[in-house]
């Protein structure tokens, strides 16, 4: 074994000793906190406007539709081009949709009497864009950062913490900033880290793409990422599990509701709730990268999805800030563990040439499913009313673990 594969098994700061592998960690960080923060702000801002639980879902299949549009595409398009130049003008877009909303902000009154909500909701269109070819780019990138497969694990660890604490403090600056500074500052904050993420990750140098014996036409080359997925039993039920228990089990969108109708608190106690699940789940991450998930890996997973769709099942029941608050840090614990060992088996079993591809076959099950799950939030709540819609989802996750752990036994007996 050699002195990288030693460090990078035994090392739980391994990674962080590769410079540009830190440079990437960094500017994930600032646009995360910069997603997070605008995610709060735009929630609350159109149920403030609208009090109506329909237009909160709109917001994520507004952003979903045209990512999932794109998916494919941007899958081969990132094993194809430069992910660098993919990376720098998706967060170059983002950038510009986060200037949109601050400049629409800054006489809100007079926009709102002659455009209504319709230049939000467009520039979550545009961001949902971005959002779609980032994915693939930035899943098949960090890699390339990498000296081999051995730091994978530890990789997928850091970047999910990151990720993670950055979702900690996203929401509970953007409910603080928007609560006792208002919507401006808010999306200051917003449009400032997104250009030090643009900054930290030009920076990073660019990677050649991976040697490809492929020479595919584009429609085979879209269609390769399907069924790489689809003739992958430990993936695709992977995939299918996060889908299923985030796109019925999820309740971020309705959220804004329970701070203000259930939970009787403001926007500072909106960012505590979406900061909720974030704390769980990246001290479970800061734990799983101490001490990685080896033994029973697949087990696991299935009864941390069930204990995810338990706590939506009592955090729709509860009428108490703080129970409230703990279950959705619960939540997060049980989320980050299925999280990880999706992400490190999507990276260990998928082809260098393919990741591009295969991660967009990801974004379009998993990564566009808490939008397409904040839409049937809105759209349930708006039927059956919104403690029956986080119950009903709750309950829908239970039923899909134990459909996946009857069907898949390949992910059951799954070990890493």
């Known amino acids: ?30 646009l995360t906190l910069a997603l997070q923060i605008q995610a ?19 917001i994520g299949l507004t952003e979903a539709i045209p990512s999932i549009v794109v998916a494919l ?47 939000i909701y467009s520039v979550i269109f545009l961001s949902g864009i971005a959002r779609g070819f980032m994915g693939p780019a930035t899943f098949s990138f960090m890699p390339q950062l ?21 979702s900690v403090a996203g929401p509970a600056i953007g409910g603080l900033l928007y609560g006792f500074f208002g919507v401006q500052t808010a999306y200051t904050a917003d449009v400032g880290l997104t250009i030090l993420a643009f900054i930290f990750y030009n920076l990073i140098s660019a990677k050649p793409l991976p040697e490809n014996t492929e020479r595919l036409p584009i429609k085979e080359s879209l269609l390769s990422g399907l069924r790489f997925v689809f003739n992958n039993q430990i993936i695709l039920s992977a995939i299918s599990l996060d889908l299923f228990a985030v796109l019925f089990g999820g309740a971020v969108a309705l959220l804004p509701i329970f701070a203000s109708e259930i939970l009787h608190t403001g926007p500072q106690g909106l960012g505590f709730l979406r900061a909720a699940p974030a704390v769980g789940s ?8 101490h001490y990685p998930m080896k033994v029973d890996a697949g087990k696991k997973m299935l009864f941390c999805v069930a204990g995810f769709g338990i706590c939506m099942i009592l955090f729709g029941l509860s009428t108490s800030f703080y129970f409230s608050v703990l279950l959705l840090g619960l939540s997060g614990m049980f989320d980050s563990i299925s999280v990880i060992i999706r992400s490190t088996l999507m990276q260990t079993l998928t082809p260098e040439h393919m990741k591009g591809r295969v991660s967009s076959v990801n974004n379009i099950f998993v990564g566009s499913s ?35 752990a009857y069907k898949a036994d390949k992910l059951r007996k799954l070990h890493l």
């Not at 590769?18 to 990437?24: A, G, V």
């Not at 990498?146 to 990720?163: E, G, R």
């Not at 479970?284 to 990268?289: E, I, K, Q, R, V």
């Not at 009903?392 to 459909?403: A, E, Q, S, Y």
Request: proline share 4%; with cysteine; hydrophobic share 45%.
């Open 40 to 58: 709060v702000i735009v929630g609350w801002q159109i149920y403030d406007l609208t009090q109506d639980p329909l237009a909160l879902g709109l």
């Open 73 to 119: 595409y941007a899958g081969h398009v990132a094993d194809s081009t430069s992910r660098k130049k993919i990376i720098i003008s998706c967060v170059g877009l983002l950038l510009v949709c986060s200037a949109g909303l601050l400049f629409y902000s800054l006489n809100l009154k007079n926009s709102m009497a002659q455009l209504g909500t319709l230049p």
């Open 146 to 166: 990498l000296p081999d497969k051995t730091w994978y694990i530890n990789a997928v660890s850091w970047s999910s913490t990151t990720w993670q604490g950055a």
């Open 282 to 289: 990246v001290a479970m991450a800061a734990y799983l990268t």
């Open 1 to 30: 074994m050699s002195i990288e594969e030693y460090n990078s098994k035994q090392d739980p700061y391994a990674v962080l000793r590769l410079p540009e592998f830190r440079l990437y960690i960094v500017a994930r960080l600032c």
């Open 370 to 404: 808490n939008e397409i799950g904040s839409f049937e939030s809105g759209f349930v709540a708006k039927l059956l009313g919104v403690v029956p819609s986080v119950v009903f989802g709750g309950c829908m996750t239970l039923l899909v673990v134990g459909i996946t």
